[in-house]
């Protein structure tokens, strides 16, 4: 059984080598150690609540939307909304379907003061294949990881 120094250490070096801001990125399999590992460990969905409903989500998580559907509208509140719900010191890790606004989110997090900000890499749904699929090439889904309708 992997430690999760190492998990987070793998998370950091990749992190360092792209230059991002935040502390790390994770693979799927590697926030699924990590949330079984400790209970410190926050996941913070920031999906609309259409994808949530649509799509599928991962049991135990918080929502806080990046953008609102339809039409991705930013949301004006999620700084404060972050704020006011995880706590600076928990080591928390941003999903959505792909990457992309996770991405966004932890490099906020690491802005507003977050210690222990992370990305989950691949998504909830992974990228799409040539037809435009998702859940086929990489992501949470894919890898067989909990999650429910």
């Not at 999760?4 to 792209?18: F, N, T, V």
């Not at 939307?65 to 600076?88: R, S």
Request: proline share 3%; charged share 20%.
């Amino acid at each position: 059984m992997e430690a999760i120094s190492e998990i987070l250490g793998r998370a950091k070096k990749r992190a360092e080598q792209s230059g991002l801001s935040y502390s790390g990125a994770l693979t799927p399999h590697e926030v699924y150690d990590v949330l079984q590992k400790t209970e410190h460990a926050v996941l913070v969905d920031v999906r609309t609540h259409a994808e949530l409903a649509l799509v599928g989500q991962v049991p135990n998580t918080i929502s806080i939307e990046w953008a609102f559907y339809p039409g991705m509208v930013a949301n004006p509140d999620f700084a404060k909304h972050l704020e006011m719900q995880i706590d600076k010191e928990a080591l928390v890790i941003f999903m959505c379907r792909t990457g992309g606004r996770s991405h966004n989110s932890a490099a906020l997090a690491a802005s507003l003061g977050f210690t222990e900000a992370y990305n989950m890499l691949e998504g909830f749904e992974g990228e799409a294949n040539a037809e435009r699929q998702r859940t086929l090439i990489n992501g949470w889904r894919h890898a067989g990881l909990p999650w429910h309708n």
